[in-house]
């Protein structure tokens, strides 16, 4: 290990193989910072995503060293998570310091005054370092702000969910043959639905005339809130249905009242998503998004739409993942008129997903909380946490020579992410997000499991939105 004057390196086993912890610019700041709550135990909770198991095994340790206040990072399941979190900010029991706040949430937690203004804490040169530079956060800062300007959380992740298919599959001369002969032109990423069914059919006979484990398409199609996040931020907005389908000036969904909920389109994109299943693995409905994951990564997939943070260790974890080095990722397919629509900022292709860090309004460490979020948005930490989490929340990160470096090996994601990150958007600003995603999952649950038929379930959920929205005086 080699020593730097004002700076620390830390060596640390991670994805199976030694990593630099990145330098710190300024440790001497850290620790007239951290001096008065030296000691202090601050407690967290963050989804068990890649960057959350970077921030508690790398991130935690370190700043604990460095400033005597001790992290306690619970990282758990989506649902625990959230229901924990929602327990202690509904009762202001002050359990956690600092919690996850996704990206779709924040407007119901910033209509029950849920968060800690973090402006404050901000203009305080006492508690926030002087290269903390708001301005080199990506616009997706901007999804934690109130309608003021306030910020109320510090983003850690951000990322799409687009699509990603395998290279050397697509690339193979006898597949290629082998499909045009099929189909009457070339196999490529596909640009239209039509062209990604044909794909999907395609690999699925393939997979079962070779007798291998192969199949066309993937889905987190499990009875759960991932199979209604995945149609209103996935597979509507590529259809051309926006908001959840819902008109944001009048707040209604069903068509009658100027929604799209139950158009023609949204039921032509639901069969659609029911009908595609018969070519996903057959434990496809059991499959949440940790599951599309790790079926993708044992090669069982050829294509198909998932939550690119996991290309770390998609494309770089050898004990995890068999499609190293075969990987690619793209624009997603979309209905006619979307992505023009998209380009003009009049809709947009999918979604961009993320979190970050925010203190409860009842939280009892509210500054050492605050110095932990900055430690974890530090800019020369951000390209390795990049590296390790396939997330990018900085503009300066893009330009790091190790992220050029892996952007080859992860698809071309990074230069994706930079150059059409603005095509994809995150929720709209629905402070009844969780009661809404109750409704829409019960009834394309419903869709999927074949109890209802997908027209009659938009018709059904638009009627139930719409009495939602007036019950809540809109």
């Not at 209905?335 to 309004?361: F, M, Q, R, S, T």
Request: proline residues 5%; glycine residues 8%; hydrophobic residues 40%.
């Amino acid at each position: 290990m080699k020593k730097l004057i004002g700076c620390l390196i830390v060596a640390f086993f991670v994805l199976g193989s030694v990593v630099a912890f990145a330098e710190v610019a300024n440790p001497e700041w850290w620790q007239k910072a951290a001096e008065p709550y030296k000691g202090v135990v601050i407690k967290g909770i963050s989804e068990s995503t890649p960057p959350s198991k970077a921030m508690v095994e790398i991130a935690a340790p370190e700043f604990e060293k460095l400033t005597g206040i001790k992290v306690e990072f619970e990282v758990t399941s989506w649902d625990e998570m959230y229901n924990k979190s929602i327990q202690d900010l509904q009762t202001g029991a002050g359990i956690y310091d600092f919690i996850y706040v996704e990206q779709d949430i924040i407007y119901a937690y910033l209509a029950q005054n849920w968060l800690t203004n973090l402006t404050p804490f901000i203009q305080n040169p006492a508690i926030t370092e002087p290269n903390l530079d708001l301005d080199d956060f990506t616009t997706f800062i901007n999804y934690f702000k109130d309608a003021k300007g306030d910020i109320y959380a510090i983003p850690f992740e951000a990322f799409l969910k687009s699509y990603i298919y395998r290279k050397d599959l697509f690339e193979d001369p006898e597949i290629q043959a082998a499909f045009k002969a099929k189909y009457g032109y070339d196999l490529a990423v596909p640009t239209t639905w039509e062209q990604y069914t044909d794909i999907a059919k395609f690999f699925t006979e393939y997979g079962k005339e070779k007798g291998i484990e192969l199949y066309g398409h993937i889905a987190q199609a499990k009875t759960h809130p991932c199979v209604a996040y995945e149609m209103v931020e996935s597979i509507w907005p590529a259809w051309g249905i926006y908001n959840w389908g819902i008109n944001l000036e009048k707040m209604r969904a069903s068509v009658e009242n100027g929604g799209t909920l139950n158009s023609d389109q949204a039921k032509k994109a639901l069969r659609w998503y029911v009908d595609m299943l018969q070519y996903a693995p057959p434990g496809v409905r059991t499959y949440t998004w940790d599951e599309t994951a790790a079926v993708f990564g044992a090669g069982k997939v050829a294509q198909g739409l998932i939550y690119l943070e996991n290309l770390g260790w998609l494309a770089q974890d050898e004990t995890r993942s068999a499609v190293i080095g075969k990987i690619g990722v793209a624009l997603p397919p979309t209905a006619p008129g979307v992505l023009d629509e998209a380009k003009a900022g009049k809709g947009y292709i999918g979604y961009y997903d993320g979190g970050a860090l925010g203190i409860p309004h009842s939280a009892k460490n509210k500054e050492a909380a605050w110095l932990f979020i900055q430690w974890c948005a530090r800019k020369e930490w951000q390209p390795e946490f990049a590296r390790l989490a396939t997330r990018v929340v900085r503009k300066s990160t893009f330009e790091d020579p190790m992220i050029k470096e892996l952007d080859a090996k992860m698809g071309g994601y990074y230069t994706l992410l930079k150059d059409s990150g603005y095509l994809f958007a995150g929720a709209p600003a629905l402070p009844m997000h969780r009661p809404l995603n109750e409704l829409y999952l019960k009834w394309i649950s419903k869709a999927v499991a074949g109890e209802v038929s997908p027209e009659e379930a938009l018709d059904n959920l638009a009627k139930e939105v719409d009495a939602l929205m007036e019950e809540l005086g809109y």
